[in-house]
């Protein structure tokens, strides 16, 4: 019954930014690590950021840490992916997930709740 809502994507310039949100409806949200990951036309989905169930700690692909800030609002059962000196190759299909465990993680095995995703376009 875990449902997860993405928005905030669009299109922007390049070295502009967005701040994509996640709305969730489990019941444990406050228990369980959150995760951001994304799919670029012809790639593979891949890991952007996660963090831990109480938001102390946080875990980053090299190419997106320090532009890109991963947060989130137990109280609002939100989490949040702060983008910010975007670049072309940031575009893609942006997907938040609930993970299994309260540490963040990289690997999408251990994720059981996925979005139904948000367009992120940066042009050039």
């Known amino acids: 019954q875990v449902q997860l809502v993405e928005s905030g994507g669009g299109l922007v310039q390049a070295g502009g930014s967005l701040r994509l949100s996640c709305a969730a409806s489990?019941?444990?949200?406050?228990?369980?690590?959150m995760g951001w990951f994304r799919q670029a036309p012809g790639k593979a989905r891949e890991f952007v950021a996660a963090l831990s169930s109480n938001g102390g700690i946080t875990d980053y692909t090299d190419s997106v840490k320090a532009r890109f800030t991963i947060s989130r609002d137990n109280a609002k059962k939100m989490v949040y992916l702060q983008m910010n000196s975007l670049k072309p190759e940031d575009t893609a299909v942006y997907y938040c997930a609930v993970s299994k465990l309260v540490v963040p993680v990289r690997i999408e095995r251990h994720y059981d709740a996925w979005g139904q995703g948000t367009q992120v376009t940066v042009s050039s």
């Open positions: 489990a019941r444990t949200f406050s228990s369980r690590g």
